[in-house]
């Protein structure tokens, strides 16, 4: 077998100091919304509010950010629909026989409220007394009161169709709050504030309204319990290997689930390997067989999840440039 050559690559593997052992896996994973895949185009407009103008290119840039495949998502325009249509929500727009113009408008409002509330005190020394050549010979301690400046941002948007159909909708209350004492120069930036809350909020509509790309490093399972002596010898290494040869990992994997078929380790393992391939429907009977025989393992119950996400992702796909999904 690979006995010498395991032995060989568990010594020098250990004298790297290698941590965490891990797998990596990449894909694109599903938007937190179905119906907003239907527009290829959006026209951000008429956004209200103080807070409105800051959403809107918040929005703007998170959207924007949104490539998949090395394609933007959505070509995005700052425009009013053209004249005539009023996309509204009743499915009957001004103007059915219009063929021009973005498939969605995004309309919102962001409301802003702030207050200047106490926040308690600090102390800070402070020089009581100077000699002659102005060095200070002497401290006090000086109690500062301070305040805190707190900023809400309450965002809605909507996502209308140029058919009239209401593709997606959100909204929330967002808070900040700055502390700011009598002993510093200005305030906190109201302005900078509903910027930072604008921002969070885009970042949530971006993720609800655009699958996402992502590469990530799952970390196997590392648990030699069940396995006898022999396995054993062979699993340290495999695990190791996690970090400079996955596939040749992986095959080891592969070999210990013989004379290990009901271990949740090698099951769970081998299941992380196939999902790195993109073999999903193979990870999901890994990943089922590991929940088979531990029913609560929290590793495998991921692994089943961002499966279904990648598969509606691809849903997902489907629908946005049309055709089968991939």
Request: charged residues 30%.
């Amino acid at each position: 077998m690979r006995l010498k050559q395991m032995i060989g690559w568990a010594a020098a593997l250990c004298a790297t100091g290698v941590q965490a052992e891990t797998i990596p896996v990449e894909g694109i994973y599903a938007a937190g919304a179905d119906a907003p895949s239907r527009a290829q185009s959006i026209a951000i407009a008429d956004f209200s509010g103080r807070g409105g103008e800051r959403l809107a290119f918040a929005i703007d840039s998170a959207l924007r950010a949104a490539v998949i495949e090395g394609r933007p998502w959505f070509d995005l325009t700052f425009t009013a629909p053209a004249f005539g249509e009023s996309y509204t929500y009743d499915g009957s727009p001004a103007r059915p026989d219009a063929r021009g113009g973005p498939d969605a408008v995004m309309r919102g409002i962001a409301e802003v409220e702030w207050r200047d509330v106490d926040s308690g005190t600090k102390q800070i020394e402070e020089c009581a007394a100077r000699d002659d050549r102005g060095k200070c010979t002497e401290k006090k301690k000086v109690t500062i009161p301070c305040r805190a400046r707190e900023v809400s941002l309450r965002p809605e948007v909507r996502l209308v169709a140029r058919e009239g159909d209401l593709l997606y909708a959100k909204g929330d209350t967002l808070t900040a709050s700055r502390r700011f004492c009598q002993d510093e120069e200005g305030k906190p930036s109201i302005d900078s504030m509903v910027e930072e809350l604008a921002a969070r909020f885009a970042f949530d509509v971006r993720r609800d309204l655009a699958p996402e790309y992502r590469a990530e490093d799952i970390r196997v399972l590392e648990s030699r319990s069940g396995m006898s002596k022999a396995d054993q010898t062979t699993f340290r290494p495999a695990l190791r290997l996690t970090k400079t040869d996955v596939a040749e990992a992986c095959a080891m994997f592969g070999e210990l689930r013989a004379a290990n078929p009901q271990n949740v380790t090698i099951l769970f393992n081998i299941g992380l390997c196939t999902e790195r391939l993109g073999e999903l429907d193979t990870a999901t009977e890994f990943y089922e067989q590991a929940l088979a025989v531990s029913p609560r393992k929290l590793e495998p119950q991921d692994g089943l999840a961002r499966i279904a996400s990648r598969l509606r992702a691809r849903q997902q796909l489907a629908l946005h440039y049309g055709g089968a999904p991939r």
